[in-house]
């Protein structure tokens, strides 16, 4: 069970109230989700895994921010054992990264997992033609498309529609989940399956997060609601793993994109240590107290966990307000718990705000004005 340091005075009518408005949310299908799984496409998802497993030394998996960041973050992190390699594309414009990653994939046997709920940004979009091009040279068309696996929309959008001409074997995005909100769904399951980690282990750690994280996760959003009218504006996620850095980048994403609207949010930052004590130390410790400091408390080795405790003592020493995040394990039941937790207590903290956790007008004006300049 995930546990949390501090007790804040709730006020518990609000949180029943704000948790009711995220569960009918249009948008809120993945408050209920780890309960509500489809096991029918839960068992496709382990088919196409062994299937792409037996057929492939690598998975190309195409995607940008809620379509990338979260099995990006579960994969880095376990480091499970699979002889299929997962390689990561179409989540920047840089021609040199795209080179890099069809360079690497070079003659090896391999398959291509699209993931885009709208089916049309335009970084997936572009990596996606590369690959299917490469696809096809080296196979021919039938056996090209047959290794395409798109996890999209179930009804519209271009991605879909080309997945429906051209037979490919497609997921769904639920219509009821937003992309930072989707890990849980195709949209992390699949790559995550072939990356060899145990996805049934993750859905009960989450699964049992739906009922036990919601004390800490409402303590945890009160704590940040609290900072964030002291005019602590700042929020730095800080673990002492570094196979955890992904999951600091979801977190930067779950967070930012979903409080950072109305001219309201704290923004995210993130550290590894003891790595960034000596770089961001400096300033975490003793620069502008602006900022809080919320540690994800892994379990760990004994040296390591006396860092931990140094950091805690030195930094609330150095007037930064210290929240610990304690993980039950560092394993996939953890994992599942911790993002449950966060994805919880995000909701509720831009609740608390009074902004919409759900949608992203920032990022579709900068999709829009891109389109423009193309
Ligand atoms: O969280 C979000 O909604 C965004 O970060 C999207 O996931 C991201 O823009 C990619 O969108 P799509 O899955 O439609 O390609």
């Not at 990356?195 to 704590?223: C, F, N, R, W």
């Amino acid at each position: 069970m995930i546990s949390v340091n501090f007790n804040p005075e709730v006020d518990k009518e609000k949180v029943d109230k704000l948790l009711k408005e995220i569960a009918h949310d249009p948008l809120g299908g993945w408050y209920s989700l780890p309960k509500n799984t489809d096991m029918g496409e839960f068992v496709r998802i382990k088919e196409a895994a062994k299937e792409i497993q037996d057929s492939s030394e690598y998975l190309v998996c195409i995607g940008i921010g809620g379509s990338y960041l979260g099995h990006r973050a579960i994969n880095e992190a376990l480091r499970p054992k699979s002889d299929t390699k997962i390689i990561y594309a179409g989540n920047s414009l840089s021609r040199r990264e795209l080179d890099w990653a069809l360079k690497k994939v070079g003659d090896h046997d391999f398959s291509v997992n699209v993931i885009s709920k709208s089916g049309t940004t335009l970084e997936p979009a572009v990596a996606f033609g590369e690959f299917k091009k490469k696809l096809i040279e080296k196979y021919g068309e039938t056996e090209a498309y047959s290794r395409i696996y798109a996890t999209t929309d179930a009804k519209k959008g271009a991605l879909h529609d080309e997945a429906v001409a051209c037979g490919y074997k497609m997921f769904t995005v639920p219509d009821n989940i937003g992309g930072r909100y989707s890990v849980l769904s195709a949209v992390g399951l699949l790559p995550m399956a072939v990356a060899g980690v145990d996805i049934d282990k993750l859905l009960e750690g989450a699964s049992d997060a739906v009922e036990t994280a919601v004390e800490p996760a409402t303590k945890y959003a009160t704590m940040r609601y609290t900072l964030d009218s002291k005019h602590y504006d700042t929020e730095i996620f800080a673990s002492f793993e570094p196979a955890t850095m992904y999951f600091n980048e979801w977190l930067k994403q779950l967070f930012g994109e979903s409080e950072g609207k109305n001219k309201r949010g704290i923004l995210p930052d993130s550290v590894i240590y003891s790595t960034d004590l000596h770089s961001l130390g400096q300033f975490i410790q003793d620069g502008r107290r602006n900022l809080f400091e919320t540690i994800i408390d892994y379990p760990t080795d004994e040296m390591n966990a006396k860092v931990v405790t140094a950091v805690r003592v030195a930094h609330a020493e150095g007037g930064i307000p210290v929240l610990n995040i304690g993980v039950p394990s560092y394993d996939e039941r953890g994992f599942g718990e911790l993002i449950y937790f966060f994805e919880l207590a995000c909701a509720l903290s831009a609740k608390m705000m009074g902004v919409n956790p759900f949608d992203q007008p920032g990022v579709e004006a900068y999709k829009a004005k891109l389109q423009e300049l193309l």
